[in-house]
């Protein structure tokens, strides 16, 4: 248990939807980071928010966009949804400087 | 660009010794490994930062070479529980936006898994 959590666990969408998934950091986390992670891949990053503003983005389009609140929980939203957007996307909350990343269970998407 | 990771898979008895390599192209600031089982969340098992010290917990340790950009992981007298697979995430200097903020590359992984 990391005292990360994520929702929803699941969800199936149909391409051109949008999605919002939504990530509760540890406790006194300050940083949050969303990576995506195909089946059989690694985690690709996506963006870091640290104090509600956005801190690095990977190489992903604008219609992945993020919000972190002033108690540190984030969003992830995506827009006009792709088959190839169907992974696991995972939260992962951090002290800014220091370098364990406590990841959350994730959310599992599917796009039909 | 991401890690390159060796080897993609590796099945081993109990007691059993394993190496797992990462290795980049770009000047790196630091290597992070962590393990995921199967259907969970990965798990941060060490962090080797530039001109630090090799790193070890328990019986996995890992070595980080500087001068060719590779990282080490060892996983000596394996256990059941050290199935799963495992990534490295690397750091590079020329994406850090400012410090402390990890923002990590992790390579395709490689799949331990310990037999009986």
């Known amino acids: 248990e990391t005292g990360v959590t994520q929702s929803p666990t699941h969800l199936i969408k149909t391409r051109g939807q949008q999605v919002t998934l939504r990530c509760s950091s540890q406790?006194?986390?300050?940083?949050v980071s969303w990576y995506q992670q195909a089946l059989g891949q690694g985690p690709q990053f996506i963006f870091q928010?640290?104090?509600?503003?956005?801190?690095g983005r990977g190489n992903f389009p604008p219609r992945f966009s993020g919000l972190q609140f002033p108690n540190y929980s984030s969003e992830l939203n995506v827009n006009a949804l792709e088959l190839d957007d169907s992974a696991l996307y995972l939260c992962?909350?951090?002290?800014?400087?220091?370098?364990?990343?406590?990841f959350g269970e994730g959310s599992r998407l599917t796009v039909l | 660009q991401q890690p390159v990771q060796s080897p993609q898979a590796v099945i081993l008895r109990e007691g059993e010794d394993a190496v797992i390599n990462c290795s980049s192209s770009k000047a790196l600031y630091s290597v992070h490994w962590y393990r995921q089982k199967h259907g969970e969340a990965p798990v941060f098992l060490m962090i080797l930062l530039k001109g630090g010290e090799q790193k070890g917990h328990e019986k996995i340790s890992a070595s980080f070479n500087e001068k060719k950009q590779q990282s080490s992981l060892y996983l000596t007298a394996s256990q059941l529980s050290y199935s799963g697979t495992y990534f490295c995430?690397?750091?590079?200097?020329?994406?850090?936006?400012?410090?402390?903020?990890?923002?990590?590359?992790f390579g395709k992984g490689t799949k331990l898994s310990v037999i009986p």
């Open positions: 992962a909350s951090s002290l800014r400087n220091t370098g364990e990343l406590f």
């Open positions: 406790s006194g986390h300050n940083t």
């Open positions: 928010y640290y104090r509600e503003e956005e801190n």
């Open positions: 995430g690397t750091d590079a200097e020329i994406l850090r936006s400012g410090a402390g903020s990890y923002q990590l590359t």
